[in-house]
């Protein structure tokens, strides 16, 4: 097969030109859709990656961002992963299916990797003020996730569904959706078909499960103790115990700065660290996902099996590298969602395959931080590549650079005005 590797097509100023344009058109007032249509309204962890871009044009829009975000917290401390702040047809499910309600504004019952104190310290390192609002937000944030979804301290974060993990239709769900009962899901219509080609989104199978995992919330109110008691659905997830434990660091940064003592921070983040391990699995020889109610796990690493520099975990560091120097042979452009070698990869596929900007800033980051500076910047390379390319889609095909999933995609416009168009 002829690989039609992507060509630049744009100028890298024409680029930030058009980034800036992204996030302005999608920019609903105080918030930033992903995209329209496809994704509607706001989303938890986009909207944080798109406040850094926000804040390379227009501070203040990036300060609202995040307000606004906040705005939707949950008494228990949790952010919705989806905030409806309106009412649209193009998306499906919306509130009714959620059914949260009386809690107001109105959002799905799940969160999404917690990205907000990493963003608000880089966003206070490069000269905003510092809101003693969000870090308070933030550290109920972070309480939530430690209570409700590592309530036996093994210092593991556990997801619920697999949009909790930011990275929905990863192999690594496969084998814990299967055990999922979908004979109660009523008929329903998806509309991301209708906006997307097929062959970029999930299969109808675990839209399925998706929706009994919905039903299964929602029938038990979305008490977070019933859901780690029953779910059908209930996996340790190696990128969300990264974030989370960067986003500690970055909070304890944080609490500093305020003059407040870290300590129970500090303590979260010691049971965090010495957690780590359980996620090493080394039959695939990288840090991997695991369903804590088999004690399965995943047989192929992602691109969060990149993550532990960033998470601050340098134990393996050589090992991670050596895997990271394989899936590079064995691609175009970094990084893949999914091991490019395994038979479930697929370039196309939303998490099975394509490249997501902002977690190359991710992993980048962390492996910049640990002194690993060449691999960052091959990283931060790919990433500029791709978007010079080919715009800014959701997501990139690895092999071939062309562009996956919905289009004029604002953290991809973000991640490029904060990061990948900037000079290495
Ligand atoms: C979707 O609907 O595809 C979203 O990723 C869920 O968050």
Request: overall charge negative; aromatic content about 12%; some cysteine.
């Amino acid at each position: 097969m002829t690989v039609d590797t992507a060509r630049p097509t744009a100028a890298p100023e024409d680029r930030t030109t058009e980034a800036r344009g992204i996030l302005r058109a999608n920019d609903r007032g105080g918030y930033t859709v992903p995209t329209e249509r496809l994704y509607p309204f706001q989303w938890n962890w986009d909207s944080l990656f798109v406040a850094l871009g926000w804040a390379e044009f227009d501070p203040v829009r990036a300060t609202a961002e995040i307000d606004t975000l906040f705005r939707a917290q949950r008494p228990s401390g949790m952010i919705p992963h989806i905030v409806f702040w309106t009412e649209e047809s193009t998306y499906f499910p919306g509130p009714d299916v959620w059914r949260t309600a009386p809690v107001e504004p109105s959002g799905s019952g799940i969160s999404q990797p917690p990205v907000a104190a990493t963003i608000v310290r880089r966003l206070v390192e490069a000269g905003l003020s510092l809101d003693r609002g969000h870090v308070e937000a933030i550290e109920r944030w972070h309480a939530w996730w430690h209570r409700a979804r590592d309530p036996e301290q093994q210092g593991v974060i556990a997801i619920s569904h697999p949009w909790e993990s930011g990275r929905d239709n990863l192999p690594d769900w496969d084998a814990p959706l299967a055990a999922v009962d979908t004979s109660g899901v009523q008929p329903y219509e998806r509309r991301d078909l209708a906006l997307v080609d097929a062959a970029m989104r999930p299969h109808q199978s675990d839209y399925d499960r998706y929706l009994a995992l919905v039903d299964y919330g929602a029938r038990h109110g979305w008490d977070d103790a019933a859901i780690a008691e029953g779910s059908p659905f209930w996996v340790a997830d190696v990128g969300i115990s990264s974030i989370l434990l960067r986003a500690e660091r970055d909070l304890a940064w944080l609490t500093r700065r305020l003059g407040l003592d870290p300590a129970a921070v500090e303590h979260r983040i010691a049971r965090l660290t010495a957690g780590y391990e359980q996620f090493w699995n080394p039959d695939v020889g990288a840090y991997c996902s695991f369903d804590l109610r088999t004690g399965r796990h995943a047989d192929a690493g992602t691109s969060a099996s990149f993550l532990a520099a960033y998470a601050g975990v340098d134990a393996r560091l050589g090992e991670v590298i050596d895997e990271l120097d394989r899936w590079a042979k064995a691609c175009t452009y970094l990084v893949p969602s999914f091991d490019p070698r395994h038979e479930k990869f697929e370039p196309l596929r939303y998490w099975r395959g394509p490249v997501w900007g902002m977690v190359n800033y991710m992993i980048a980051t962390g492996l910049a931080d640990v002194g690993a500076d060449d691999w960052a910047q091959r990283i931060r390379t790919s990433t500029h590549d791709l978007i010079l390319a080919s715009g800014m889609p959701e997501s990139f095909d690895p092999m071939t650079g062309t562009a996956v999933g919905g289009g004029s995609f604002a953290w991809t416009a973000a991640i490029w005005l904060t990061w990948a168009g900037q000079d290495s």
